[in-house]
């Protein structure tokens, strides 16, 4: 019977940046890095290149805490909305940027909102001129926002040589759920994740036997309880709501997961990449 161990990752990224107040995201971060530390885990925080000059402590910090740092773009943008003739160049100095500031290699990327889609495949050309080894970029299906109908659930190699670990799905009629994190988990009614986690695994399975690899990500927002509501930017004010409530959950949910914790992604790279399937496209 596989353990099914979950790997605990972080999106670093200021939702109020041109928001009036201060600035929040930090110091959530550091919470979600202290109760990290509390249960000897070491989780990936992909933090946005943009972000490498002013969080440079915390990214250090981060660094020597033994967790893994990552890449969340060069700015918050979904794919899409990049430049293919320039993509390749930002993510290099992005990469840069958080390489020195977190005197470690960056080897993994997380598009933006999942935004690594059918129309946005280019990229993934960017991703591996820039010098990534593995992306969790891909909501395989049809998500609740971007998602890659068609892409495999379980680990696999894009022609460009880079390892896709894609986000662990739940699949609920025509759509897939992210139901192992961010918004999705913090509204689900606190169901038995030991369950859940077996149900994404299985419902998950390849073609060569192999099960999705599990990993579980919020935002510092997600668990933000103190922050004022402000509707958000090009959001409606039922999405900005969305987003602000219930963030008490989030570390509810994890607590559970944390009983079964996997290291961090880049960690676990060598063994996926051995196992993975070619991209069938
Ligand atoms: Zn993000």
């Not at 003739?85 to 840069?96: E, F, I, S, T």
């Not at 946005?120 to 395989?140: D, E, K």
């Not at 961090?264 to 496209?281: F, I, V």
Request: net charge positive; proline share 10%.
């Amino acid at each position: 019977m596989p353990t099914r161990t979950i790997s605990f990752t972080v999106d670093v990224e200021d939702h109020h940046a041109g928001l009036a107040g201060p600035q929040r995201y930090q110091a959530a971060t550091r919470r979600l890095a202290d109760f990290l530390a509390a249960r000897g885990i070491r989780g990936t925080f992909f933090v946005v290149g943009d972000l490498a000059g002013e969080a440079a402590g915390l990214i250090r910090a981060l660094a020597a805490a033994g967790h893994e740092i990552g890449c969340h773009g060069a700015h918050h943008r979904p794919l899409a909305a990049e430049d293919p003739a320039r993509l390749g160049q930002a993510l290099a100095a992005a990469k840069a940027r958080l390489e020195q500031a977190a005197g470690q290699p960056v080897a993994g990327f997380r598009a933006p909102y999942f935004s690594l889609t059918p129309a946005s495949r280019w990229a993934v050309g960017a991703l591996a001129a820039a010098g990534f080894t593995y992306s969790s970029s891909v909501l395989p299906g049809r998500g609740p926002g971007h998602g890659f109908p068609g892409a495999p659930r379980t680990p696999f190699l894009w022609p460009e040589g880079l390892l896709e670990i894609p986000c662990p799905v739940l699949r609920l009629g025509p759509f897939a759920l992210p139901v192992l994190g961010g918004t999705t988990m913090r509204y689900l009614p606190p169901w038995d994740f030991a369950w859940m986690r077996r149900a994404v695994a299985r419902q998950g399975v390849g073609e060569r036997g192999s099960e999705p690899a599990l990993w579980t990500y919020c935002h510092p927002y997600d668990i933000d309880t103190g922050e004022p509501f402000a509707r958000l930017p090009g959001l409606s004010l039922a999405s900005s709501v969305a987003l602000w409530a219930n963030r008490g959950a989030t570390l509810r949910r994890w607590r559970t997961l944390a009983q079964n914790p996997a290291p961090p992604l880049a960690e676990r790279a060598g063994t996926l990449r051995a196992a993975a399937a070619p991209w069938p496209g």
